[in-house]
């Protein structure tokens, strides 16, 4: 896939600090959009896992891997599917979420004020149905800010993104950043 190239590295925190070093590259070429993601452990550089995500035709593509498991899964016209070992699953649903900047991207494209999204949690890939509310602040110097809310717990916060990047979220930080 040709197109425009953006390589970066973003750090994951949660709870109790750093976890996660996310190492991409995403390309847009039309209406495809294609991330590849790779996780390794801040302190240790020992390899965490890996993602992809592919947009393009209506649909979306997800490979996940993580803690000796892998999840695959697709989301089109308001049907999610995936499979995580020998256990396949289907649901009503918009799409994949999960720690990986990339979830927030493609959410913010869709466009919609609420998402019922399958979570992806590591490192066993299990899966739970969220509902997200998605609300667009407005652009300011290029950069689209969004608030996002969980439906079921109220937690939630600001989402600032330039075209296919996670400039600043809660738990992100963009730490490198090349467009080519």
Do not use: I, K
Request: charged share 25%.
């Amino acid at each position: 896939m040709a197109g425009l190239t953006t390589c970066g590295t973003y750090l994951l925190s949660g709870h109790e600090g750093p976890y996660a070093l996310e190492r991409f590259t995403c390309v847009q070429d039309g209406d495809r959009w294609a991330y590849d993601g790779v996780r390794e452990d801040p302190a240790t550089g020992a390899p965490l896992g890996r993602l992809l995500l592919r947009l393009g035709g209506g649909t979306a593509r997800l490979h996940v891997e993580a803690g000796g498991w892998v999840l695959r899964g697709a989301a089109a016209a308001g049907e999610v599917l995936w499979r995580r070992g020998s256990e396949e699953h289907e649901a009503a649903g918009d799409g994949f979420t999960g720690s990986s900047p990339a979830h927030l991207v493609v959410a913010a494209r869709l466009g919609r004020a609420r998402l019922r999204l399958v979570e992806v949690t590591e490192p066993v890939l299990a899966t739970r149905l969220v509902q997200r509310s998605w609300t667009a602040l407005g652009a300011q110097d290029e950069v689209e800010v969004c608030e996002v809310a969980d439906l079921a717990t109220g937690e939630g916060g600001r989402v600032h993104l330039a075209e296919d990047v996670v400039v600043d979220a809660p738990n992100v930080r963009l730490l490198t950043l090349t467009r080519s």
